[in-house]
């Protein structure tokens, strides 16, 4: 787990209860047809996910492995892959680790309330070989393609009822989209803050330079 | 047996367990991810199957002995089996589960209980086959390995 990551390979954390479905979806992830793009650390529970998570997070320093993307579970006891999610984002509000949501319920209900707590996709279970594009588009890996496709990538899939939820879950794609513009914003304000300081002490010193200057040479005169 | 024998014999048993409903195309897409990579994909997933079925359906009888039934408990381990069922490709189980999620949420102990029978025939229908399946895969990659180490001592005498 500590080891090396080549760049360019997406880390996993995938959170399952259920022995069958990580070892299936770990298998998926790694066989030939990913092409060794995804490298997956499975955890049995929600809780394990933020220890995991937390971790990472205070020992960044010294731990150069960090996690591209979580694939959770949905309903897993004690801690739900909803709460995770939540949890999750407000770990890292600056920074957001992307969340995929699966279940094997194929709920609106459950679906729009995941993407409006900011999954940035869903997929409803057995996971599939023709889910890892999806997988791979919502990675912290490739975030520029997944900004730029957002307004398609966002629509739902054909695991998902289209008919039902494709109005509900346009709006809150839209919204989705917005919010993750203003959070890559709001990530370079303490930088422009800091770059505006410095800009106004310049001038200032630049000012008292000026000053200084103009009065040795009132000195001078005087003298 | 030769390998190609045994490959008949696989083929047969998996078009036979489709044929009656016990698979569904799910199990299609484990065997189309089996390759050089992950050679014992099927196997993995069909044996952590059939132990962590066998755990759910243990607990779900002893569950469903007590004398007030926790539905919401049972309920949360059918949605378990239903779970990996479904990320297996054992179509009937998985059907049956459903259907026992609905006594679940009806409060039907009768209803659970008779289900669970069902549910339990289903299963070891299924494993059974799924065994004699591994079996086969056994020989197989047997055969294939004695072929190699043959060839391979042929190829050295000449």
Same mark, same amino acid.
């Given at each position: 787990?500590?080891?090396?990551?080549?760049?360019?390979?997406?880390?996993?954390?995938?959170?399952?209860?259920?022995?069958?479905?990580?070892?299936?979806?770990?298998?998926?992830?790694?066989?030939?047809?990913?092409?060794?793009?995804?490298?997956?650390?499975?955890?049995?529970?929600?809780?394990?996910?933020?220890?995991?998570?937390?971790?990472?997070?205070?020992?960044?320093?010294?731990?150069?492995?960090?996690?591209?993307?979580?694939?959770?579970?949905?309903?897993?006891?004690?801690?739900?892959?909803?709460?995770?999610?939540?949890?999750?984002?407000?770990?890292?509000?600056?920074?957001?680790?992307?969340?995929?949501?699966?279940?094997?319920?194929?709920?609106?209900?459950?679906?729009?309330?995941? /993407?409006?707590?900011?999954?940035?996709?869903?997929?409803?279970?057995?996971?599939?070989?023709?889910?890892?594009?999806?997988?791979?588009?919502?990675?912290?890996?490739?975030?520029?393609?997944?900004?730029?496709?957002?307004?398609?990538?966002?629509?739902?899939?054909?695991?998902?009822?289209?008919?039902?939820?494709?109005?509900?879950?346009?709006?809150?794609?839209?919204?989705?989209?917005?919010?993750?513009?203003?959070?890559?914003?709001?990530?370079?304000?303490?930088?422009?803050?800091?770059?505006? /300081?410095?800009?106004?002490?310049?001038?200032?010193?630049?000012?008292?330079?000026?000053?200084?200057?103009?009065?040795?040479?009132?000195?001078?005169?005087?003298? | 047996?030769?390998?190609?024998?045994?490959?008949?014999?696989?083929?047969?048993?998996?078009?036979?367990?489709?044929?009656?409903?016990? *698979?569904?195309?799910?199990?299609?897409?484990?065997?189309? *991810?089996?390759?050089?990579?992950?050679?014992?994909? %099927?196997?993995?997933?069909?044996?952590?199957?059939?132990?962590?079925?066998? @755990?759910?359906?243990?607990?779900?009888?002893?569950? *469903?002995?007590?004398?007030? %039934?926790?539905?919401?408990?049972?309920?949360?381990?059918?949605?378990?089996?239903?779970?990996?069922?479904?990320? %297996?490709?054992?179509?009937? %189980?998985?059907?049956?589960?459903?259907?026992? @999620?609905?006594?679940?949420?009806? @409060?039907?102990?009768?209803?659970?209980?008779?289900?669970?029978?069902?549910? @339990?025939?289903?299963?070891?229908?299924?494993?059974?086959?799924?065994?004699?399946?591994?079996?086969?895969?056994?020989?197989?990659?047997?055969?294939?390995?004695?072929?190699?180490?043959?060839?391979?001592?042929?190829?050295?005498?000449?």
């Amino acid at each position: 787990m500590g080891r090396e990551v080549e760049e360019g390979v997406t880390r996993v954390l995938l959170v399952d209860d259920s022995p069958v479905d990580r070892r299936v979806v770990q298998l998926l992830l790694s066989s030939n047809a990913c092409a060794g793009s995804f490298h997956v650390i499975a955890v049995d529970s929600a809780k394990k996910a933020i220890e995991f998570l937390g971790l990472k997070e205070e020992g960044r320093k010294e731990q150069e492995q960090a996690i591209d993307m979580v694939l959770t579970d949905y309903c897993m006891p004690e801690m739900t892959g909803y709460e995770l999610l939540k949890a999750i984002k407000a770990l890292s509000p600056l920074k957001p680790i992307p969340v995929i949501v699966m279940s094997s319920e194929n709920e609106p209900q459950r679906i729009s309330r995941c /993407l409006n707590a900011g999954a940035e996709d869903f997929i409803v279970k057995p996971l599939q070989s023709k889910d890892v594009q999806r997988l791979r588009n919502c990675s912290s890996v490739n975030t520029q393609f997944c900004n730029a496709g957002s307004d398609i990538k966002l629509l739902p899939s054909d695991h998902i009822v289209v008919d039902a939820t494709a109005a509900a879950l346009l709006p809150s794609s839209r919204r989705r989209v917005l919010r993750s513009s203003s959070v890559e914003l709001s990530h370079y304000f303490p930088f422009l803050f800091k770059f505006i /300081l410095l800009v106004y002490a310049i001038l200032c010193l630049g000012e008292l330079l000026h000053r200084w200057s103009n009065g040795c040479f009132l000195n001078l005169w005087c003298a | 047996m030769a390998a190609a024998a045994l490959t008949n014999q696989l083929n047969a048993l998996v078009n036979n367990m489709f044929a009656m409903g016990l *698979l569904d195309d799910q199990f299609q897409q484990l065997q189309m *991810l089996q390759d050089s990579t992950a050679p014992d994909f %099927v196997s993995e997933v069909v044996t952590l199957f059939c132990d962590d079925g066998e @755990r759910i359906i243990c607990e779900l009888a002893r569950q *469903l002995e007590k004398p007030n %039934v926790d539905f919401d408990r049972v309920d949360s381990y059918v949605h378990q089996l239903k779970g990996s069922s479904a990320s %297996v490709g054992a179509q009937k %189980v998985k059907n049956t589960c459903i259907q026992f @999620r609905e006594f679940c949420q009806q @409060r039907s102990r009768d209803g659970c209980l008779k289900t669970l029978d069902l549910v @339990r025939t289903e299963f070891y229908d299924l494993r059974s086959k799924f065994q004699a399946m591994l079996q086969i895969m056994n020989r197989k990659a047997e055969s294939t390995e004695k072929k190699k180490n043959c060839d391979a001592e042929a190829e050295g005498a000449s």
